[in-house]
T-cell receptor, first 116, second 113 residues
């Protein structure tokens, strides 16, 4: 139990639609990162939010966007869904940005997105 | 650029045998190194991490890993495999100046009774 909760756990969308995934970070954590894990692959960094501002982005197109709220919860939005967007989306929270002092990140159980 | 290579996408061991999962990394600066485990339909759970200091680190469930800078390796070991160890294992690296983790492609561990 990491204290990071994600919703929904599973969803199916049609190509071209938009999706919003939600994440509640562990209590006291001000940093949230989102990762995409395709089947059989390791997680790939999408972006990170620190105190409501984007603090780094991986190699993902602009149709992947996010928000962090004052309570440090977060949303991942994906527009114009493509079949290749089908994956497990993981949210991770941490106490501080990045790898500061080898900061540990705690993952939620993820949201399975299937695009048909 | 940072990257992580996990040798062997699938590893099978007998129950009670040594577990060895290999991880090599490349990094332009001294990295922080992590091993995570993922059980079916679950998120990632931290097994252990190396930041600074002692190069042999002990984690949960009897796992340990040794940071070898000269070999750019961070292999994960456990002396005696248990059936409950069957899972996917991911090695990851982060930088002390960065904001993201770089993961390997994972190693699926099967434990044979």
């Amino acid at each position: 139990e990491t204290g990071v909760t994600q919703s929904p756990t599973h969803l199916i969308k049609t190509r071209g639609q938009q999706v919003t995934l939600r994440c509640s970070s562990q209590s006291g954590h001000n940093t949230v990162s989102w990762y995409q894990q395709a089947l059989g692959q390791g997680p790939q960094f999408i972006f990170q939010y620190y105190r409501e501002e984007e603090n780094g982005r991986g190699n993902f197109p602009p149709r992947f966007s996010g928000l962090q709220f004052p309570n440090y919860s977060s949303e991942l939005n994906v527009n114009a869904l493509e079949l290749d967007d089908s994956a497990l989306y993981l949210c991770a929270s941490s106490l501080a940005r990045g790898g500061h002092s080898g900061n540990t990140i705690y993952f939620g159980e993820g949201s399975w997105l299937t695009v048909v | 650029a940072q990257s992580v290579t996990q040798l062997g996408s699938h590893v099978s061991v007998s129950e009670g045998a040594l577990v060895l999962l290999r991880c090599n990394y490349s990094s332009s600066v001294p990295p922080y190194l992590f091993w995570y485990v993922q059980y079916p339909n679950q998120g990632l759970q931290l097994l252990l991490k190396y930041t600074t200091g002692a190069t042999l680190v002990k984690g949960i469930n009897g796992f340990e890993a040794e940071f070898k800078k000269s070999e750019t390796s961070f292999h994960l070991t456990k002396p005696s495999a248990h059936m409950s160890d069957a899972a996917e294992y991911f090695c990851a690296v982060s930088l002390n100046t960065g904001n993201q983790f770089y993961f390997g492609t994972g190693t699926s561990l099967t434990v044979i009774p």
